[in-house]
């Protein structure tokens, strides 16, 4: 079978039990063939965006006003559970349509600097700065060549595997 009748098979599982690429004009061919796929995906992708970022615009258009009514409602049923909560001392408001829930919070504590805080506590009160401690792969790749045994002592490192070196291959084809 010659390049030319090759491209006339369709796209099923057979492509690879007639096609073997087995010189450098067949590998040509595949670049090109698989150049143009990608083009051809590449365009696809590029459509497909296109209306996704359409149809995501009508949404937001679509979606607006919506929840300006949503927000209003929202804030009419929150001054209610509040005033509930005030008054008749209602945590939960229990109604046909839903609930309105009120829970009291305890207070948080947030980092808004980080650099400025760890800056401060690092002098004043470094018990407040918490260290974590992970593996140190550069200095243990330098320890560990090719075997989990440390050459100074001979002693086997645990918990710690090898993952031997490879081939990667990569295809590039050209636009």
């Known amino acids: 079978m010659d390049l030319d009748e090759f491209e006339i098979v369709t796209d099923t599982v057979e492509k690879s039990e007639h096609f073997v690429v ?9 670049l090109r063939k698989l150049a143009t796929l990608r083009k051809k995906m590449a365009e696809q992708d590029a459509i497909a965006q296109k209306e996704i970022e ?10 607006k006003s919506l929840e300006n009514d949503a927000e209003f409602f929202e804030s009419l049923l929150l001054m209610y559970a509040q005033k509930q909560r005030v008054d008749e001392g209602r945590a939960t408001i229990s109604l046909p349509y839903g609930k309105i829930k009120s829970r009291a919070t305890r207070a948080k504590v947030q980092v808004v600097n980080e650099e400025e805080f760890l800056a401060w506590a690092k002098e004043s009160q470094p018990e407040l700065i918490r260290v974590k401690e992970t593996a140190n792969i ?11 045994v440390v050459s100074d002592t001979g002693e086997i490192i645990p918990a710690v595997t090898v993952i031997p070196d490879g081939i990667s291959y990569t295809i590039e084809t050209e636009e």
């Open 138 to 148: 550069s200095e243990l790749s330098k320890l560990v060549k090719d075997s989990l």
């Open 22 to 30: 087995d010189n450098d004009e067949k590998a040509s061919w595949a």
């Open 54 to 63: 359409r149809v995501q615009q009508w949404l937001e258009t679509a979606k």
